[in-house]
């Protein structure tokens, strides 16, 4: 459901193409205009709505002295909202845009309310395409239940606003130790019968990327054969460092996902620079394994939820790092 929440988020934001281009960091897109200032006439007895974070059930919570049509009434999503549960029953009608009141971003309405990170701050968006994808996330939400496991980036957003200022040193010290263990510095014996098909097709898949990285950062990373992985350069590995603090919170926050997903620091960084798009990215990742599938075949059940589950997380991790960037 995410990857056609995904799909329909980039339909209602009009996009004809995506693209994420080299340094400088820039991207080709076209957005609707804002609609309608996203006040609503709908009747209700509060003046704020949030989620009860011990059950899980909807609670109406009424402010004092506040109006109903005012800006200030807002919806927040409890922590736990960025998992697999089903936080509450649709409560809204209409999902709109608007610009925030400061004038320094964009918001996404429920009805009348301005919709929130976890922890009550105001969920003010980059761009206005970004406002627009998260918002369609919200409207192909069902009647019977929201679902945030089914809104990517909506979880991102809320981590580039929250998780990220807080911790950004940590982010990109983790993300520094990976290069070491990095999957496409793995390398299967070619002496071997058992991998030397293995090998061939590293070479011939991975090898153009190797070659990318040398030309962007100035170092040859090396490659090993151990699954434990090895050790490199500390030249490579200070102009990675160099690059990610160079980032603003939102990309940060798509590297980090990306990493996450792919398990290789390069892979993100090449979609971040534009070398690689989504469709080469999982075959990366999913180089060795497609080829034991080709081998002896699918498991229903099992490589489809994991191969569909991954396409989610790259392409939302990459649509989210490309709106970030648009103002």
Known sequence: MAAMLIGRALKSAKYSHLVVRA??????SAALQPDSDGQSSESSSSSSFTF??????PILVKAPNARRNNDSDSVSMPTSSMTGSIVGKRFYKKVTTREADDGNGWTVMLDYRTLKTPSKRPLKLRSLALAKAIGAE????LEEGIRPFTMPLMKLACTALERVPLTRSKIIERLLRKIHQDLVFFRAPQDNDLTSDVHEV????????LEWVESEFGIKPKVYSSIFGGKQD?????AVEDLLKKTNDGELASIDALEASAHSVVIALGIFCGKLEIDDAIKLIRLEEDLQVDKWGLVEGGHDIDIADLKVQISAATVFLALSREN
């Open 138 to 141: 919200w409207e192909y939400q």
């Open 234 to 238: 500390e030249k490579l590995v200070k």
């Open 52 to 57: 009860d974070k011990e059950n899980e059930k």
């Open 202 to 209: 590293q070479v011939e898949s991975i090898d153009p990327l």
């Open 23 to 28: 340094r400088p960091f820039c991207t080709t």
